[in-house]
């Protein structure tokens, strides 16, 4: 059997068929398949405004400029994310106030956020990601922002679909960014959305992902100003979605939950397979969350085997799996090191989890015989290099 690869997106012909239809209309940047596929999300999310971006980045970019994050504030977020996540928070001259993780979801901790709010005043924003597609404890995270009246927006780039007490997450925060990068849980190659039910915060984004442009001059029933007429409000960035993008959008939308139930049968299978070998499987916290299983990340047991994480990573790309590690916490990264210097013992679990933590394939287009392999490998190589005591 050849290489499995990490991971790959699942498209089929409707997908397509659409962007043939794009091509062939001439219409290939932000247009009626924007539209659409704005409208979709809307419905498939229950929230007022869907705005489509070009990256989940440009989006989370958009949201704080939105909820006026500027030079002197602070936005409280996990280390254990990709740097996009954070990067953000610096393009607008704030400052992230960076918090450990709870040591079962990998989801930013709820204590540590409050400790963070009490010490850091400046604090304007709580950024919590879905780690994994596990949801974080919003219920916990709303209360938090609501006693310290800051706002939410949530890192949603690997919760689609994911819920928490039977509601979709987009439903809690003030902000809510997903990805569609081409290994999400759907995607558009490259993509993201913002949804908020804020009617101030979607015409900012709206105007912002836009050059500023203003779009009430473009009321046609309202506006005496002929069609050529634009007006720039603020200097604005170049973050809309192509139609090209949204074709894939529409029909990947679509297929969410049912793309959800094969990772999730993927993942059910790998819990039941790895008992008894020297590892950890991913830990459920609430078993009537929608878990999007956009990630499966086991924990090696390292003191039950002779070999290192990264060993073990060699030996699987050596018999045909790949796999991935999500992620390097960003206190290991030097920029954010340094820049805020931050330490290995300021965030132990983070820190802990990181030597331990591999991400294995999981997406829908793997085929049973690619899971028996996946899970046949992982066995071999970890009893072959057990410690027997
Ligand atoms: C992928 C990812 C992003 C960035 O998404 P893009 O669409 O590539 O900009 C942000 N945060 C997290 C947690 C991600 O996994």
């Known amino acids: 059997m050849s290489f499995i690869p990490y991971a790959l997106p699942l498209t089929g012909d409707e997908e397509i068929a659409e962007v043939v239809d794009t091509i062939q209309s001439g219409w290939l940047t932000t247009g009626p398949k924007t539209k659409k596929f704005e409208t979709n999300f809307t419905k498939f999310v229950g929230v007022k405004y869907a705005l489509a971006v070009n990256s989940a980045t440009a989006g989370l970019h958009l949201g704080l400029e939105a909820l006026g994050v500027g030079p002197g504030d602070k936005v409280i977020t996990t280390v254990h994310t990709f740097t996009a996540t954070a990067e953000v928070i610096r393009y607008l001259g704030a400052d992230p106030v960076f918090v450990d993780i709870e040591g079962d979801s990998f989801n930013i901790d709820c204590d540590a956020i409050e400790k963070a709010l009490i010490t850091h005043p400046e604090v304007k924003v ?60 759907i995607t558009t190659g490259e993509g993201g959305m913002v949804v908020t039910n804020n009617d101030e915060y979607a015409k900012r984004i709206g105007c912002m992902r836009l050059h500023g442009i203003s779009k009430d001059v473009f009321d046609r029933f309202t506006s005496t100003k002929p069609s050529w007429h634009y007006e720039v409000i603020a200097p604005g960035f170049k973050y809309n979605m192509t139609d090209i993008a949204a074709s894939l959008g529409i029909h990947q939308l679509k297929k969410a939950w ?90 132990p679990i983070s820190t802990n989890i990181f030597s331990r933590i591999v991400s294995l394939p999981n997406y829908p287009k793997m085929t049973d015989e690619q899971v028996d392999k996946v899970i046949s490998v992982v066995k071999s190589v970890l009893l072959e290099h057990k410690i027997h005591v």
């Not at 990601?129 to 310290?148: C, D, E, F, P, W």
């Open 126 to 185: 709580i950024l919590p990601v879905h780690y994994a597609g596990q949801s974080a404890n919003m219920t916990r995270i709303m209360k938090l922002a609501k006693q310290y009246n800051v706002k939410v927006m949530e890192d949603a780039a690997h919760a689609i679909p994911t819920t928490h007490n039977n509601k979709v997450i987009g439903t809690f925060g003030d902000i809510t960014v997903y990805s569609f990068y081409a290994n999400k849980t």
């Open 258 to 347: 049912k793309l959800q139930e094969r990772r999730q049968e993927i993942a059910y299978r790998y819990n039941n397979e790895f008992s008894n070998i020297p590892l950890k499987v991913p830990l459920i916290v609430n078993k009537d969350d929608v878990h999007s299983w956009h990630l499966y990340v086991i924990q090696l047991d390292l003191e039950a085997i002779s070999i290192s994480r990264e060993r073990f990573i060699d030996i699987l790309a050596e018999k045909g799996v790949g796999t991935s590690v999500h992620y390097i916490p960003l206190h290991f990264h030097p920029y954010w090191k340094d820049a805020y210097d931050l330490k290995e013992t300021d965030f």
